[in-house]
């Protein structure tokens, strides 16, 4: 079992930047690809990105493409998601989550692919 802990959200005007990371509890972090989710107040949870196991591969929602930058540091077993240019429609619950297939070729970038949850961090964005 993998536990994942989000840190880093907050509130910050519209075109402004923050960086959440999501901190693994087990080394096999980096054998499994991973992925940023956000869930806006009666809306379902959406894809934001997501990055294969080696961080070789990086997959991007249309919404936040060319904004939002995804990244991993297996050593310290951490994943990234820089957001730059942010606008009040990112505001969100932010998560992230493992996808549990040791080095599988394919990311899915769908939630029902992912498992062992954080617990989220807020991100407003004001306009």
């Known amino acids: 079992q993998v536990q994942l802990a989000e840190s880093g959200g907050g509130l910050v005007q519209a075109g402004g930047s923050l960086r959440l990371s999501c901190a693994a509890s087990?080394?096999?972090?980096?054998?499994?690809?991973m992925g940023w989710f956000r869930q806006a107040p009666g809306q379902e949870r959406e894809f934001v990105a997501a990055?294969?196991?080696?961080?070789?591969?990086?997959y991007y929602a249309d919404s936040v493409k060319g904004r939002f930058t995804i990244s991993r540091d297996n050593a310290k077993n951490t994943a990234y998601l820089q957001m730059n240019s942010l606008k009040p429609e990112d505001t969100a619950v932010y998560y992230c989550?493992?996808?549990?297939?040791?080095?599988?070729?394919?990311?899915?970038?769908?939630?029902?692919?992912?498992?062992?949850w954080g617990q989220g961090t807020q991100v407003t964005v004001s306009s």
């Open positions: 989550a493992v996808q549990p297939a040791p080095q599988s070729a394919y990311v899915a970038t769908t939630r029902y692919a992912y498992d062992y």
């Open positions: 087990r080394r096999t972090f980096e054998t499994y690809a």
């Open positions: 990055t294969s196991w080696s961080g070789g591969n990086t």
